[in-house]
């Protein structure tokens, strides 16, 4: 007998940054990492799992195109997922599957494509072969980021310290209700697919920048313990200090990359002005910016600020700057700018 499963994913963004791995194959991170996990009403993954007896290999549909079921990420999650499935039924493991997954958002733009995508093709793996228990360790190998989209509300990626990746694992740090009048506005800059992928750009800052060694060791630990207190104190202006200052040392470690990784574009810059005029101008910080290996910003502010500053970004931005806010749970509002 067949089964099928259908799951959506959301999308999270990261406070605080992970950038560089030391172990490729299991993507064990350098640095802890810290993410807000998004809506899935506007930007999620979907994906349909079915297992057959009657299918003769596994394949895989990406946004309606087949693709081959070579890429060794894709591999690794359906082994640790059959692995773990064996260990528990100890039957109907080895049976093929026929995946179909879809962002309904651009794939590869910066936006977090591949975390809800791994995210959701792990879950879903996950339901439709019985497994049980923590699946981060298994959507880690998938996209590192993946792992912190299988909770909601603030999530962190522990780094941990054994080699077999076990401890490498991410927690709910603060529950989906936590600051429910949060909310994050996506200004996309750019859809179109980024020049240097995370991996490839992660590896070579790894190899060639001396400030990613400086931003691991001293700053990413202490950061992130101020972060936790942030949140849990509900301070928004420390909050956005640390998001901003973070995004931005993400970046510098980007730029002393050699060859350097360019991810923010003209738009972007103009953007943290835009943000940095704004907070001033209020007195304190209302905005927080923060990119991801891309042109697009992800803005967080209080629901109070978002009427002024959506108004405000439609009268400064240029017509092809799509703004769009997500509520951690529910949309608030979807302001395309034109
Ligand atoms: O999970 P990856 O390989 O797509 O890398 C994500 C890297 C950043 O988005 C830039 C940072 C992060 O922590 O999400």
């Known amino acids: 007998m067949a089964s099928i499963v259908t799951c959506i994913a959301p999308v999270n963004i990261a406070v605080i940054k992970y950038w560089g791995k030391r172990d490729e194959k299991l993507i064990l991170p350098l640095n802890d990492s810290l993410s807000a996990t998004l809506s899935t009403e506007q930007m999620h993954a979907k994906t349909t799992v079915m297992i057959s007896p009657n299918f003769t290999k596994d394949r895989i549909w990406l946004n309606g195109k087949e693709e081959s079921f070579e890429n060794p990420r894709l591999v690794a999650c359906l082994r640790e997922i059959r692995k773990r499935a064996t260990s528990k039924n100890g039957k109907n493991c080895e049976l093929k599957v026929h995946i179909c997954s879809e962002n309904n958002f651009p794939t590869a733009a910066g936006l977090a494509s591949s975390a809800a995508g791994y ?4 879950y879903t793996l996950g339901k439709a072969f019985g497994v049980e228990g923590d699946l981060t360790s298994i959507a880690r190998q998938g996209s590192g980021s993946a792992c912190r989209s299988l909770m909601g ?31 994050v506005l996506i200004l996309v800059v750019s859809d179109s697919r980024k020049k240097v992928s995370s991996t490839s750009g992660m590896q070579l800052s790894v190899k060639t920048s001396d400030l990613l060694k400086h931003r691991v060791q001293n700053v990413v630990p202490q950061r992130t313990k101020e972060m936790i207190q942030a ?108």
């Not at 995210?119 to 792990?122: D, E, G, P, R």
């Not at 959506?310 to 700057?321: D, E, R």
């Open 119 to 122: 995210a959701c093709l792990v």
């Open 153 to 183: 509300g603030f999530v962190r990626w522990m780094k941990g310290t054994q080699n077999d990746g076990s401890d490498s694992i991410a927690e709910q740090v603060f529950h989906e209700n936590h600051w429910a009048d949060m909310r």
């Open 231 to 338: 949140l849990e104190s509900k301070c928004f202006h420390t909050f956005a200090e640390l998001t901003m200052r973070d995004s931005s040392s993400f970046h510098a470690v980007c730029l002393d990359t050699y060859p350097p990784a360019v991810y923010m574009n003209d738009v972007s810059h103009s953007i943290v002005d835009f943000v940095h005029r704004y907070n001033k101008l209020k007195g304190s910080n209302k905005v927080a910016y923060t990119f991801d290996a891309g042109p697009n910003a992800c803005l967080f502010l209080l629901e109070e600020d978002v009427p002024e500053v959506v108004g405000l970004i439609k009268a400064v931005f240029p017509p092809h700057v799509e703004g769009k806010t997500f509520m951690r749970g529910l949309p608030v509002e979807n302001a395309v700018i034109q």
